[in-house]
Nanobody, 111 residues
Framework: QVHVVESGGGLVQPGGSLRLSCAAS????????VGWFRQAPGKRRESVAL???????NYADSVKGRFTVSRDNAKNTVYLQMNNLKLEDTAVYFC?????WGQGTQVTVSS
């Protein structure tokens, strides 16, 4: 059974940065659709950044220019570099690899 574990969340001030990691217990993540989603309190889960077919990346308009998704296929790990964080980025961030979801990691942006 494949597992996905996120890490790297925390409390950060507006304008700060965090890097989230997503480790998958499967190989060949380059063959899977992987991405990051988030869910804020009282809101629906939304897509943040995705690796789509052919290696293209898609970002939500709200994070373009601030967030960067990357992956290390040798380590079966996906990253989300988040810069210039805003209050509205506060949410639980989830990773998905080939349809398998992690438990999420909390990101709180607060002054």
């Amino acid at each position: 059974q494949v597992h996905v574990v996120e890490s790297g969340g925390g409390l950060v001030q507006p304008g700060g940065s965090l890097r989230l990691s997503c480790a998958a217990s499967r190989s060949n993540i380059s063959l899977a659709i992987v991405g990051w989603f988030r869910q804020a309190p009282g809101k629906r889960r939304e897509s943040v950044a995705l690796f789509a077919d052919g290696g293209r990346t898609n970002y939500a308009d709200s994070v373009k220019g601030r967030f960067t998704v990357s992956r290390d296929n040798a380590k079966n790990t996906v990253y989300l570099q988040m810069n210039n964080l805003k209050l509205e980025d506060t949410a639980v961030y989830f990773c998905t690899v080939g349809g398998v979801w992690g438990q999420g990691t909390q990101v709180t942006v607060s002054s």
